[in-house]
């Protein structure tokens, strides 16, 4: 048995995930935040495999592990693959590995026959995605798609510790220079696909191991303050009240429910509270998030408004005031029709039916859209869907599949730039 034959690609790829999860920050929970010993570790372990693959590999000055398997043409575009290996504070294994570690195994595979591809294949091993030490997004895809911002370089993780200084720390050159000269020449793009676990229970409920992305979501999110007046709880009648709170709460199942109407869309209150709340104070403010999202823009700005007239409707009705501060807004990233038809057609040749869905979490391809087309090949998740959590699981012959639409794909994704 040998682990580039076809046949072993998930289960190889499902080894070498393990073998990354024993590199955490924390000694009871997977957790990688970036530049750590352990994130090190990681990125030793990935530059190691894409060598034994048969790439060419280098790290680049935001700690990117990068391989590359030329094709017998060098004038050949450039496919772009990858995900990040960063994780969530106690995260799971897959979350971002899979779409590292599944293009090595398919890379080692071509390498052991020999098989050249039309495009050069790029691997990135994104070195942080998911914003836990300088609550940064996307620190790692914006610096290949031209679009780091510079500001970042001066920001301190918890310990008071500079990006900049952990980057020199690292052995990067740590200059903004060093880190522009990283974007990406869109013209010598065949474009880009992500493979990433699903995070979410659809795939698993329709019993179907693989979908192809349409959309990854941008959120909106807006942070909500409700202000009453505060006073006993004893005394005010329950007509005499301005009750923040109260009026939070029918706002939350306003949002609920305007955001039950479209299939792709969602809304969520994660964060609720009353600061300095008492139990025998009728609440006198009350401040809480909001973030909807739906596959589309139009679909979730039309969610927005609705809800933000349903809200100061409920306001004015019991008296109290509203203030709605918008943090972010982060258009769709559609996947390119032509890329997302042609993994379409390699997910129905491997026998399964190709079936199309929004991602609700943004992925590195959302920031890659900016510099070429993207589409995304979602992989289903075990245990109910959930991710971002030890929980989070896959079966060995889902990435196996994966793995196969995945090497159908780079060969048949046309050598001439897009
Ligand atoms: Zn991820």
């Known amino acids: ?6 046949d072993q690609l998930g289960a190889r790829i499902l080894q070498m995930a393990d073998q990354l999860a024993a590199h955490s920050d924390q000694p009871d929970a997977l957790t990688v935040a970036y530049l750590t010993p352990a994130h090190r570790a990681v990125a030793a372990g990935l530059q190691r495999w894409m060598r034994e693959a048969g790439m060419q590999m280098h790290i680049d000055a935001v700690g990117n592990v990068v391989g590359r398997y030329a094709a017998a043409d060098p004038t050949a575009p450039v496919l772009m693959t990858g995900s990040h290996f960063d994780t969530v504070r106690n995260g799971g294994k897959y979350d971002g590995r899979l779409g590292i570690l599944l293009p090595i195994a398919v890379v080692s595979h071509l390498h052991a026959r020999g098989e050249r591809l039309p495009c050069h294949l790029e691997v990135v091993g994104f070195a942080e995605e998911e914003g836990l030490r300088f609550r940064s997004s996307f620190l790692a895809s914006s610096a290949l798609a031209g679009q780091f911002d510079a500001q970042l370089l001066d920001r301190a993780d918890a310990d008071g510790v500079p990006l900049r200084d952990a980057m020199r720390a ?5 200059t903004l220079e060093s880190i522009t000269a990283l974007a990406r020449d869109p013209q010598r793009l065949a474009g880009f696909i992500e493979v990433h676990i699903e995070q979410g229970p659809v795939l698993l409920e329709r019993g179907l191991p693989l979908g192809v992305v349409t959309s990854i979501a941008g959120s909106l999110r807006m942070v909500a303050t409700v202000t009453g007046v505060a006073g006993h709880a004893g005394t005010t009648p329950m007509a005499m009240r301005k009750d923040a709170a109260a009026a939070a709460a029918e706002m939350l199942l306003a949002i609920e429910r305007r955001c039950s109407q479209a299939p792709t869309l969602v809304g969520t209150v994660g964060m609720l509270g009353v600061p300095n709340g008492a139990t025998n104070v009728i609440p006198g403010r009350c401040e809480f998030s909001i973030d909807i999202r739906a596959g589309d823009d139009p679909t979730r ?4 408004s609705d809800v933000i007239a349903a809200c100061e409707a409920i306001a004015a009705q019991r008296g109290v005031a509203l203030e709605l501060q918008r943090t972010m807004r982060v258009p769709c990233a559609p996947c390119a029709p032509a890329l997302m038809d042609l993994l379409a057609q390699c997910v129905a040749r491997a026998g399964v039916a190709p079936y199309r869905l929004p991602s609700g979490a943004g992925h590195d391809a959302m920031m890659i859209q900016r510099l070429t087309e993207v589409c995304m090949l979602f992989v289903r998740c075990g245990n109910g869907g959930i991710s971002h959590n ?5 079966t060995a012959a889902d990435a196996q599949l994966a793995a196969q639409v995945f090497l159908d794909f780079i060969r048949h994704v046309p050598g001439t730039p897009r």
């Open 390 to 394: 030890p929980l989070e699981t896959m």
């Open 1 to 6: 048995m040998n682990p580039t034959d076809l």
């Open 301 to 304: 700005d039309a969610a927005v």
């Open 170 to 174: 690292a052995g990067l050159p740590a």
